[in-house]
Nanobody, 121 residues
């Protein structure tokens, strides 16, 4: 059984910074994609940033130059460092991973529980 657990988040003033972390645990053979999504009230969930073994690092246009995704492959953890935060970054942030639990199993997406990020003065 695979679990994703997030940490970080909270309330920050515009222009401030926050770091989100995600750790995958359980039966894991390989992780192909590590990512962060967000969902603001009344909006669809959107991809913020991802690290793929096949395609590398990708960012949403709205966060390029401000957010940085990184990973520790040895520990199955990945972070999202968010700088120069804006009120429009306010959302629930979810970590996501595409994981193969065993060498026999197919790849499947897994989600964290979500963490609130609020950017407000």
């Amino acid at each position: 059984q695979v679990q994703l657990v997030e940490s970080g988040g909270g309330l920050v003033q515009p222009g401030g910074s926050l770091r989100l972390s995600c750790e995958a645990s359980g039966t894991i053979f390989s992780i192909n994609v590590m990512a962060w999504y967000r969902q603001a009230p009344g909006k669809e969930r959107e991809l913020v940033a991802s690290i793929s073994l096949d395609t590398g690092i990708n960012y949403a246009d709205s966060v390029k130059g401000r957010f940085t995704i990184s990973r520790d492959a040895a520990k199955y953890t990945w972070d999202l460092l968010m700088d120069s935060l804006k009120p429009e970054d306010t959302a629930v942030y979810y970590c996501n991973a595409v994981i193969r639990p065993t060498w026999r199993a197919s790849r499947s997406p897994y989600w964290g529980q979500g963490t609130q990020v609020t950017v407000s003065s």
